[in-house]
């Protein structure tokens, strides 16, 4: 009974120790993280060039691939970031208006409901300033663009690694059943994580065209900027299609003064998030996750308190990584079970 108690000591210690890690060293591994995520997506594009490039009597070096990968990448990345700071600029140079809107806003809510919503607010919450608040929400998202060479670094230098990585794995395990359960894992790892980063991705940008479409009719301003939030949105499970779908809609009945056109949004984008989260996303990506719904909320409050926003992203990558890699063991692999929707995890004596 001592030896047990003891035995949970050293756990919960250990436990502690790698959360308060988390937290102080969360400058270093969150770039870390995204850079490897940012590895894995070379790696879906480079083998999507290579299947259209290469053929029997010529086949491109895989440096060269790594390169092609990387440019095709950065492009898109750049052409996005670019039009996007164009679309921030725009709305930063014709906030001041929004002010005056806001105010005939809560003066219609006061005369609806006969109340004096603007001192109920100040009591809540300080005085309330719209404009002060987008410039804030404008800097937070300028602010997440700021580690972009530190990833870019990270992710250099890991495709510098991959080469001789099943080298040192070699050398790490020199049992060849050992070696080969290792190289399954880390495989199966990286098709698990990449494979859901592509279709969430594909899911996201369809949910965020679909709503560009919505806004660009309505004439909301920046369209372009809310059609982006909606896509960075949806890769947070659960709450993200919700403020997803609350922030575009706000701001037009700030933008025109008008309830009316805010709930035309609201129903749209709403509509949108319903069929393409509910009915279109389920089919494509099917069960390849296997992660119990409620684990997903304690991920998605655990890492978003330890990590915010990138922290909300990542809880689900991260925590399909903790899945497979505790299945692995059998110290763990109970853990695995309890993670899992159904229960069943694949096992390294299943793959053998």
Not at 134 to 152: D, E, H, R, W
Not at 284 to 290: K, S
Request: aromatic residues 12%.
């Amino acid at each position: 009974m001592m030896l047990r108690l003891d035995k949970l000591t050293y756990v919960a210690i250990l436990i502690l120790i790698i959360i308060a890690s988390l937290i102080f060293l969360k400058s270093i591994l969150v770039p870390f993280v995204l850079a490897v995520i940012a590895w894995l997506i070379v790696v879906e594009v480079r083998t999507a060039i290579g299947g259209v490039i290469n053929s029997k009597k010529h086949k491109i070096p895989m440096w060269l691939q790594n390169i092609l990968a990387s440019i095709t990448i950065f492009v898109f990345i750049f052409l996005e970031v670019k039009v996007l700071s164009v679309s921030m600029q725009n709305l930063s140079s014709s906030m001041v208006k929004y002010d005056d809107n806001l105010m005939m806003i809560e003066q219609q809510i006061n005369n609806f409901f006969n109340i004096d919503i603007t001192s109920h607010f100040n009591k809540m919450i300080g005085d309330f300033n719209f404009t002060t608040l987008l410039k804030n929400v404008l800097s937070s998202i300028t602010g997440l663009f700021g580690n972009t060479f530190t990833i870019v670094l990270y992710m250099i230098f890991i495709l510098f690694e991959e080469a001789a990585f099943g080298k040192k794995i070699e050398q790490i395990y020199p049992n060849k059943e050992e070696y080969n359960n290792a190289m399954k894992m880390i495989t199966r790892i990286g098709k698990t994580v990449s494979s859901y980063l592509t279709l969430k991705t594909m899911v996201s940008i369809l949910t965020g065209g679909l709503s560009y479409v919505v806004l660009l009719i309505m004439g909301v301003e920046a369209p372009f900027f809310w059609a982006s939030i909606i896509i960075y949105l949806n890769f947070i499970p659960t709450i993200g299609s919700l403020i997803a779908t609350l922030f575009p809609a706000f701001f037009t009945i700030i933008q025109f003064g008008d309830f009316s056109a805010g709930l035309i949004v609201l129903v749209a984008v709403g509509t949108i998030q319903v069929i393409v989260g509910n009915i279109i996303e389920p089919k494509i990506m099917g069960n390849t996750l296997n992660i119990s719904g409620l684990v997903v909320l304690l991920a998605l409050s655990f890492w978003g308190s330890i990590w915010g926003v990138w922290g909300m992203i990542l809880s689900v990558p991260i925590t399909v990584l903790m899945i497979i890699i505790f299945a692995e063991f059998d110290s763990t692999r109970a853990v695995a079970i309890l993670l899992s929707e159904n229960g069943i995890v694949e096992t390294k004596q299943k793959d053998c």
